[in-house]
């Protein structure tokens, strides 16, 4: 989380929250423009604007060694644990200079020093590595804690429930935080599920489990920081965070499946709006400072996209690396196999 800001600092807990909230929004509201600058690599990007709050107050209550995994709208949480904005983007455009050299791309984006274990493409593909993260912790007496980031439609899914059973049986240091944008591509939670309680079927396991408002960013911090100090001392837990997807599910959606009466009420569930609003009105900091803090974060994030617009694609030779244990010899070209097969006949 380290960035060099100039604009007047008050020294409050909300203040920084409320920067890294803008820095989250910003950079999604960049990827947005990197993708219809059509310089994005891949056609799918799932923008995480109005969950803020979930990326920040529960990153803001991690510690360094802490591991975690995202869901494929992880952009933000990965943010809010350290990532470097021109890293991240130079990634999602698919250069060699971006976290993964450019081939793991927005939804595979993985970084071992920041302790990210990997973004998954798969509904619920990232929980179970945060179970055997959680196990691996344990035994090696690590005091680490691991996370699972992922959406309300992943709790349609088989594994969670299979993750949530060892988690809470051998007491393994895991959070599992479901982020309840109220939407799984275009189905509604309340025509997915009779009970949109999601933290209920957490309990059932036997797992601390609650419910938070995302509006408040301040909340969400407070319930993250108690569970995962419960996580560490071996008491799993289970957080779902409710907030509202701003937008599509991903780019090209327009969501023509919701009214615009119920997306203009869902917007005013914004979480990075209320933490600017409550930091003006209780004098924590004035509106001059937050705009000058606005502009400098704006800043920062178009440099993201010079750098990632200006890096290089990784040449075809890095194809296979680090696709195979070091050691293993490269597989043959596609080119060669086909040649040979062809030469037989
Ligand atoms: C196993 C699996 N089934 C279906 C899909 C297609 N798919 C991609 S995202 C998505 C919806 C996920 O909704 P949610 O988990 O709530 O996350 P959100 O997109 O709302 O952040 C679906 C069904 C998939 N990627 N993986
Ligand atoms: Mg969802």
Redesign the pocket.
Known sequence: MATSMTAPRPNTRLYDFYREMRRVRTFEERVGELFVRGQSAGSML?LSIGEESAAVGVGAAMQAGDTFTT???GHGIFLARGAEPDRMMAEIAGKESGYCGGKGGSMHIADMSLGHLGAN?????GIPAVVGAGLSARNLGTGTVSVAF?????TG?GILYESLNMAALWQLPCLFVC?N?Q???GTRIDRATANPNLHERAAAFGLSARTVDGLSVEDVADAAEEMIADARAGRPGFLAIDCY?FFG?ARKDKSPYRADGEEAAGRQKDPVSAARTKLIVSGLASVEALDALDKEIDAEMDGAIDFAVAGTEPPMAAMFRDVYAPGEPEPEPVSARLSRVLARD
């Open positions: 799932h869901h494929h709208r493409a798969i509904v619920g593909g992922f959406g309300d439609g992943a899914q982020i944008n939407y799984g591509m997807r599910h």
